[in-house]
T-cell receptor, first 115, second 109 residues
Framework: DTAVSQTPKYLVTQMGNDKSIKCEQN?????MYWYKQDSKKFLKIMFS???????INETVPNRFSPKSPDKAHLNLHINSLELGDSAVYFC??????????????FGDGTRLSIL | GNSVTQMEGPVTLSEEAFLTINCTYT??????LFWYVQYPGEGLQLLLK?????DKGSNKGFEATYRKETTSFHLEKGSVQVSDSAVYFC????????FGQGTELSVKP
């Protein structure tokens, strides 16, 4: 009964490949997020969706494409993977949008390693 | 723009020592402030929050007070345990959640 679950937990792949990370939340939240955590633990938001609509789109290469089939799911597809994409990617969710100051609930992360 | 600055780690303490992790912020308006904790191999968990000036957030023995005059939200705990070893993130909400760089805490028995 994990609240925010991401799959896979680990992803090791070659440069140039295309991969997807899936995220699902069972908290009834209407807003979901993707964050990237680099090797120095620095966390930065990438995208946010509210009721399947994109509301935050930071300066992220267009090789990264989020998709939200419904408000409980937010997947992240990455094309033409590069060495610099190696990081831990976290999915999160909250009630309403970020401007409502509701705390965000995080998944356990997907550790992406590019060879 | 909005930003959060935390004291650099790692911080190493003995069990039962007093903990302070400094956090200062720059923001327009009066954002909500948060402390998140990340245990090894896990995602972030909300530790405590404060939504307006002079609010004190508290949880599991940790406390932080929203100080508008010093733009600070320092995290404190009177007596740390080995199980508190983790990375602690200060964050503010101003349209999006902005994190500090994280402070690693290691507590030795």
């Amino acid at each position: 009964d994990t609240a925010v679950s991401q799959t896979p937990k680990y992803l090791v792949t070659q440069m140039g490949n295309d991969k997807s990370i899936k995220c699902e939340q069972n908290l009834g939240h209407d807003t979901m997020y993707w964050y990237k955590q680099d090797s120095k633990k620095f966390l930065k938001i990438m995208f946010s969706y509210n009721n399947k609509e994109l509301i935050i789109n930071e300066t992220v290469p267009n090789r990264f494409s989020p998709k939200s089939p419904d408000k409980a799911h937010l997947n992240l597809h990455i094309n033409s993977l590069e060495l610099g994409d190696s990081a831990v990617y976290f999915c999160a969710s909250s009630h309403s949008g970020p401007e409502r100051n509701q705390p965000q609930h995080f998944g356990d992360g997907t550790r992406l390693s590019i060879l | 723009g909005n930003s959060v600055t935390q004291m650099e780690g790692p911080v190493t303490l003995s069990e039962e020592a007093f903990l302070t992790i400094n956090c200062t912020y720059t923001a327009t308006g009066y954002p909500s402030l948060f402390w998140y904790v990340q245990y090894p191999g896990e995602g972030l968990q909300l530790l405590l929050k404060a939504t307006k000036a002079d609010d004190k957030g508290s949880n599991k023995g940790f406390e932080a007070t929203y100080r508008k005059e010093t733009t600070s939200f320092h995290l404190e705990k009177g007596s740390v345990q080995v199980s508190d070893s983790a990375v602690y993130f200060c964050a503010l909400m101003g349209g999006k959640l902005i994190f500090g760089q994280g402070t690693e805490l290691s507590v030795k028995p």
